[in-house]
């Protein structure tokens, strides 16, 4: 994994896959997500566009889902 720490993102597209980010700004980005297998600590996004594709898309339709759901409908046991 590389290592970006204290970093900042203007205007560009960043892939999170395969990487670590640590206390970096994301501003006006491009952010990718593909599998989900990235570290993000103490870092913001500020007017970033998000685009989720393979395993990551999957986790996106399930939390969606589950934001979705009225306060009626069974909710998923966690944990």
């Given at each position: 994994?590389?290592?970006?720490e204290?970093?900042?993102?203007?205007?560009?597209?960043?892939?999170?896959?395969?990487?670590?980010?640590?206390?970096?700004?994301?501003?006006?980005?491009?952010?990718?997500?593909?599998?989900?297998?990235?570290?993000?600590?103490?870092?913001?996004?500020?007017?970033?566009?998000?685009?989720?594709?393979?395993?990551?898309?999957?986790?996106?339709?399930?939390?969606?889902?589950?934001?979705?759901?009225?306060?009626?409908?069974p909710?998923?046991?966690?944990?």
């Amino acid at each position: 994994m590389a290592h970006f720490e204290k970093c900042e993102f203007t205007k560009v597209t960043v892939v999170l896959d395969g990487n670590e980010y640590v206390s970096c700004k994301f501003e006006d980005c491009r952010v990718v997500v593909t599998r989900g297998n990235f570290l993000l600590q103490d870092s913001s996004f500020t007017r970033c566009r998000f685009d989720f594709a393979g395993e990551a898309e999957n986790i996106k339709r399930l939390v969606m889902g589950l934001v979705n759901q009225s306060k009626d409908s069974p909710q998923p046991a966690l944990g």
